[in-house]
């Protein structure tokens, strides 16, 4: 196996406490899916990872707040004199010297 390979195999050891009822119903878990502990472990807790991650990026909002949103998009922005003139102003890289 080249070394790049390796280095991507390699894993960090994460060390937890947990009770023997607990341990000893993650092993029937991962035996009923055909996983060691680890793998299931680590497939159980990435997934609660994402979820945790998907949630801080979806934003819920009932059908009457979702349409007043939809509404407000749909308008056409209030005029920005300082945006209009940064708009028009050329880049510093358009300028002729």
Do not use: C, H
């Amino acid at each position: 196996m080249p070394a790049a390979n390796s280095m991507a195999m390699k894993r960090e050891t994460l060390n937890l406490r947990i009770r023997p009822a607990e341990r000893d119903l993650i092993d029937r878990a991962a035996k009923a899916r055909g996983k060691n502990r680890t793998d299931f472990v680590l497939e159980a807790a990435r997934a609660a990872a994402e979820e945790a991650l998907i949630e801080q990026r979806i934003i819920m909002a009932d059908p009457e707040a979702y349409q007043t949103f939809l509404t407000r998009l749909d308008q056409a922005p209030a005029p920005n004199p300082a945006l209009r003139k940064t708009m028009q102003t050329p880049a510093p890289w358009e300028q002729e010297k």
